[in-house]
């Protein structure tokens, strides 16, 4: 299989490309800008639903489903946010063979429908806080797309909430980039860093923006789920209102906070090689597959057999697969899986069965180096183990690599050299039209101003001027 | 509660309507024709799509996503297909600013956009069969829409498979019929009618359409899921083709199967009463509500403790809720949770403590006869056991209704007596223009030829010519 990939080194945008469809994560559709996600990517969303949800719902969330369209005047009510989205809109004007009167927009996001509605359901603070989320489809006319990246319709979660005060709605912005942050470190094994937007770079509409930002392996960034407070924008706009405990009428305050498919190119971007993909364990839609090999036909019913009984046995604790396709070999289906990324092969052969043993050999260690014999009698042991030693394992390589790659640097020359190769990391107290100017100069953009930031002061790198934070920049997906 | 609720003998339909708001499944929205399915509703269908989900990956099929439009010149390409969707399409015209030079259509039922996928993956025998299904969000055009049961917009999950042969397409599609009576029976517990649909009222493009209908409590069918054998009708239109074991170029054999949230009305019309929903146990959202009692304040901090501790207890096996609200009785509770139709109620007052024991309350048996006490102690048993009852007694329920309302008639006159408080089952030889005037003169139309037949023959009901099957007539939602 590898040879069919460009390398890395070579091309790496060609190489993602490539990898997405060799994989079957998606494909191309005769929809501009559309992709299908295939079974394997789409298993691969099943499980970033899967725990993403549930934290959602640990977190006192439930799920709605708003409608798709929007009445094209709804998105003007806000007036940043029909500015941000309006050259981006698909817009239906005919509706069982009628022209419509308003022309309905097909949500790039929901603030302003469930703003609608809020408004609806809010009167008192008894109503409050609303927590809800959204399990979607969203469009975004897009002119360059990428798998998965960047294409014109995506799926996504949309958390839209509402609170009865200023702090309350900023505790929410913040403890669901904490849950993001969190399923991005400890679920799909990448090191993101979480902080706050720039003020050029932050959601239309809002106040202040968070995000997770990933380092991926050509060093450029990834944003991959963001965190927003909204103030009282929206509910101005949509007239959520209710009654204090002091009987007075207050505005409500709203968040909303997204992660969408784009997450799977990040899995792929963060962990990938020469190989192809390699998934984290706690995300891989199989984690464990089972590579039966026999040399002589009067080994197969005995390899197969043993094979079958493994099989049956593994399936009570990890998500596995038996490949017990004929007429390729072996060594195909080792190529085949690595490619796939599965985290863990188990070779099994007549010598391993007669020695109750197996041979494990793991994705993200290539070659023999990987590989250990274990006994059968202790693979429920040993398997979740080696699983989590991977899992930790590869978010490790991510960080050592992403720190490798963030520069502190103090001069515009040593900025310029540390973008090309990741990120830098400097003392910012520059203005939208600085940044702007570096976009122009340089095509990096403040990716955040870290929530961990080290304290005291430094100059500015663009301006000079005194500066109390620092910002990372790098160049984005 | 109670009082608000129109009584189903005065008026079922604005009875369903009212319930559908009072408990919270759903609202209105601003988007014509477009609903806001609500968190309570949605746990619903979270819970209806787990247990169809996990059923459908039994049966060997994988999800996976498609493009959401599709390009207008795809719905002509099969004569019947765009027929029978063209009235009720939704058009985008307008993308990123601009006009499209091809108007995109908003998937109906996405047949068409898979079979251009499924035409670029299937090259050999060997591709075969492809078995997958998409959740997701269709649009269909509606004049008259009514909550959950025809909205504009609407969430279903669609299986499209492709085969090698006409016998496989055909037991697939008997299969997933299967699932879905299995799924209705033992999950919904609506007692669904599986059988084959007439040829004016199959799906547009389909050789043969089966479906499972269900009746109501007001005596009209709801058709609950269908299953569509495609012949070659599509892999024709689309070109699906592969290479047999013989080297031999051939079309493939297709089918579709779906259920939509349409099935959330058919539970609440099966089961509610006039206290409002009646959920069976297997989808409720919430199984048991404990709800604490006191009357002196000093009995508050006793009964709320061994209400968190019973919470915490039975959250371990069942889905329980504990309704602590301060404000309202005990007894506005009480009509609270009848309203949202939750299966069991926990009444927990100081006596029950001192005694060991709680007083269980079944929403399906009102008033003092489904009432128990049983001791604190065996919960983890009394529990499920009472919660498999209440599912079985209400599918007995219902089952018991549906058969006191189908009648097996054999002039015109009893036909229209009979569909005027259910189904009529009668020998039936007729045409479709045979079914159009029936549909004209007394509203019914053929809600399925039932897969269970009495065998024999006998003289249709309408054009007195040898009968060799029975069909079933009702009106329709």
Chains 1, 2 share one sequence.
Not at 219 to 245: C, R, Y
Not at 284 to 294: F, G, L, S, T, Y
Not at 312 to 320: E, M, P, S
Request: some cysteine; charged content about 25%; overall charge negative.
């Amino acid at each position: 299989m590898a040879e069919f990939l460009t390398p890395q080194h070579e091309d790496f945008s060609k190489w993602y490309t490539e990898i997405v469809q060799k994989a079957d994560l998606a494909d191309y559709s005769p929809v501009r800008g559309c992709m299908v996600i295939k079974p394997y990517g789409y298993t691969l969303w099943e499980r970033i639903h899967e725990e993403l949800d549930r934290r959602f719902k640990d977190t006192g969330h439930v799920n709605a489903y708003f409608p798709l369209f929007i009445p094209e005047s709804f998105l003007h009510k806000e007036a940043e946010h029909v500015e941000g989205f309006s050259p981006e809109l698909a817009v239906v004007t005919i509706g069982g063979g009628n022209q419509l009167e308003e022309p309905l927009v097909v949500r790039p996001t929901s603030e302003t429908i469930i703003g609608h509605m809020y408004a609806k359901w809010v009167q008192s603070y008894r109503d409050l806080p609303l927590l809800i989320n959204q399990w979607a489809n969203v469009v975004r006319w897009e002119m360059r797309t990428r798998l998965f990246l960047r294409t014109t319709e995506f799926l996504w979660q949309e958390g839209h909430t509402a609170h009865a005060t200023r702090q309350e709605a900023i505790d929410e912005t913040l403890q669901m980039l904490n849950v993001y942050t969190d399923f991005a470190v400890n679920e799909a094994a990448i090191p993101v860093i979480p902080g706050r937007k720039s003020e050029s770079e932050k959601f239309a509409g809002a106040v202040t923006s968070y995000t997770i930002e990933a380092m991926m392996k050509d060093g450029k960034a990834l944003q991959s789920g963001t965190s927003h407070f909204l103030g009282q924008n929206f509910a101005k706009a949509f007239d959520i209102k209710f009654l204090d405990e002091n009987n007075e009428q207050q505005f409500a305050w709203t968040t909303s906070w997204g992660v969408s498919t784009r997450m799977v190119g990040a899995v792929v971007m963060t962990h990938g090689d020469d190989q192809g993909l390699v998934l984290p364990p706690r995300l891989a839609p199989i984690q464990v597959v089972i590579v039966p090999i026999w040399r002589k036909d009067d080994q197969r019913t005995e390899v197969m057999e043993a094979a079958n009984k493994l099989y049956a046995r593994l399936k009570g604790f990890v998500r596995v697969k038996l490949d017990d396709r004929e007429g390729v070999s072996p060594g195909w289906k080792y190529n085949d899986w690595e490619m796939r990324g599965v985290p863990l092969r188990i070779e099994l052969g007549p010598r391993d069965i007669e020695k109750q043993s197996v041979m494990l050999a793991r994705r993200d260690i290539p070659g023999r180096e990987g590989k250990t014999i274990v006994p059968m009698a202790n693979l429920e042991e040993t398997i979740p183990e080696m699983l989590a030693t991977i899992q930790a394992s590869i978010l490790q390589k991510a960080q050592d690599y992403r720190d490798a790659n963030i520069q502190d640097v103090t001069t515009y020359a040593e900025f310029k050299a540390a973008i090309e190769q990741g990120f830098a990391r400097v003392w910012w107290a520059g203005s939208r039209e600085d940044e702007a100017r570096i976009k122009d100069e340089t095509k990096a953009t403040i990716r955040c101003i870290p929530l961990e930031q080290p304290g005291g002061k430094g100059r500015c790198i663009y301006t000079g001027q005194e500066a109390t934070e620092v910002a990372i920049f790098g160049k984005a997906y």
